[in-house]
Each structure stands twice: as C-alpha cells, then as structure tokens.
C-alpha cells in the first residue's frame, strides 16, 4: 500500500510520542531507538526513514515544545516592558505556561534531568545555552533600564542582578520538576520573586507587587 503524506506525519509523531515519553521515564542515555520503535509499535527502519539517529530525533522533540525562556523572555516578548513589575509578571507568565503545558513541562525535565550532554548529545545543550543567552540578555536590558531611572540599588549592576535572577527563578523551577511538582509553583514562584525583586529596587521605587506584598504583611500584622 502507497505511503501518504497524512500516513508519513502520523508515523513521525508517534515516534516523537515514544522518544518523549521514553526519554522522559528512563532518561536520555538509557533509551534505545530499538526501545522507541518497539514504544511506537514500528521497526527500526521506521525510525531511520524519519530520523538519522538519536541526537536528529531529540532535536525534533525538543521542537514540539516552546521553552519557557524562549517564549516570554527574548527581546520580543521584553520589548516595551522594561520595569520590575514588568519582570515580576512576565516570570509569572512563564511559571504558569509551565503550570499547565504537560509538553514543555515534560522536555524541560528531560532536558535538565534526564540528559547526560557527552558525545552526540553534547549538540543538544545547543537550544537550551541559547535559550538562556537570550534571557539573560533580555533581563539585562530590563534592569539597565531600570537603573537608567534610578530604581535599582547602586550595588547592584544589570548583568548582575539579571545573572543573581536567574538563579533564583531557575532554582525555583528545577526544584518543582526535581519533586514532581511537589509544590504550587506559581505560589511559591510569586513570593520568591518579590522577595528577590525588593532586593533589587531601591526605596524610592514604585513596584506594584513590591507594594501589595507590604499591604499584606501589614494585614497579617493587625490580625
């Protein structure tokens, strides 16, 4: 029977189903295409019909999903937001994409979790490192702009602050997939990050989250 189109894309995605589960529940390394195919219900050839070898496929999983990072922190998403309140909300934006994409939620831990980055898959940490780059170097922007108006403590300076965010954040995130989603993230997430962002801003600004976490404490203390 001929082959269609339709058939060829339904084949790709099962096997792209399969790798992501696999690497996912047994980890990169210990993942055959022997164990996707026989996953997908389909022969080595199959796999080979679509997918050079291992570090091809990986590449084509990772694809499926949008990395948090890449989808609310490059230069685009940033444009025009360029205050701590506009850090914090984006940074909650991200934690809830994450929240609630089983996908993204799933690559990102195979990513940091289940992928050991020697031999063929040392290509593969490329997307991620870039990734990252294009965060770090929005954030920075939004913190340069933010001593431009005085509001970030002299101490501080933006590649800095955005290298001592990032950590935070990621610790934040690492520590949620590591547990398996032991706790709410963006709760969790939300406090963490208005705590680092007080460390940040100085007296005089003006940060709407910065603001009701005060609010709130003082609440907590009339009662």
Same mark, same amino acid.
Not at 32 to 54: D, E, Q
Not at 136 to 153: D, M, N, P, S
């Given at each position: 029977?001929?082959?269609?189109?339709? *058939?060829?894309?339904?084949?790709?995605?099962?096997?792209? *189903?399969a790798?992501?589960?696999?690497f996912?529940?047994?980890g990169?390394?210990?993942?055959?295409?022997g164990?996707?195919?026989?996953?997908?219900?389909?022969?080595?050839?199959?796999?080979?019909?679509?997918?050079?070898?291992?570090?091809?496929?990986?590449?084509?999983?990772?694809?499926r999903? =949008?990395?948090p990072?890449? @989808?609310?922190?490059? @230069?685009?998403?940033?444009a025009?937001?360029?205050?701590?309140?506009?850090?914090?909300?984006?940074?909650?934006e991200?934690?809830?994409?994450?929240?609630?994409? @089983?996908?993204?939620? =799933?690559?990102?831990?195979?990513?940091?979790?289940?992928?050991?980055?020697?031999? @063929?898959?040392q290509?593969?940490?490329?997307?991620?490192?870039?990734?990252?780059?294009?965060?770090?170097?929005?954030?920075?922007?939004?913190?340069?702009?933010?001593?431009?108006?005085?509001e970030?403590?002299?101490?501080?300076q933006?590649?800095?602050?955005?290298?001592?965010?990032?950590?935070?954040?990621?610790?934040?995130?690492?520590?949620w997939?590591?547990? *398996?989603?032991?706790?709410?993230?963006?709760?969790?997430?939300?406090?963490?990050?208005?705590?680092?962002?007080?460390?940040?801003?100085?007296?005089s600004?003006?940060?709407?989250?910065?603001?009701?976490?005060?609010?709130?404490?003082?609440?907590?203390n009339?009662?």
């Amino acid at each position: 029977m001929r082959r269609t189109k339709q *058939d060829a894309l339904q084949t790709r995605e099962a096997i792209l *189903d399969a790798a992501e589960t696999l690497f996912y529940e047994n980890g990169v390394a210990a993942t055959t295409l022997g164990h996707i195919a026989a996953s997908a219900g389909l022969t080595r050839g199959a796999i080979y019909w679509h997918f050079s070898n291992k570090l091809e496929l990986f590449r084509a999983m990772q694809e499926r999903a =949008k990395l948090p990072q890449e @989808e609310f922190f490059d @230069e685009q998403a940033c444009a025009g937001r360029r205050s701590l309140q506009d850090l914090y909300e984006n940074t909650l934006e991200a934690l809830g994409h994450l929240e609630r994409d @089983e996908r993204t939620r =799933k690559i990102l831990t195979i990513l940091l979790f289940r992928c050991e980055y020697v031999g @063929e898959m040392q290509d593969a940490m490329l997307r991620r490192a870039d990734a990252e780059a294009t965060m770090h170097k929005a954030i920075t922007g939004i913190f340069a702009a933010v001593q431009i108006r005085g509001e970030l403590k002299h101490e501080w300076q933006p590649k800095e602050a955005a290298t001592a965010y990032v950590c935070a954040v990621s610790g934040v995130i690492s520590e949620w997939l590591r547990s *398996d989603r032991g706790f709410d993230l963006t709760g969790v997430g939300a406090r963490v990050v208005r705590s680092v962002i007080a460390g940040f801003a100085c007296s005089s600004a003006r940060v709407a989250c910065l603001e009701e976490m005060a609010e709130a404490r003082a609440a907590a203390n009339l009662n």
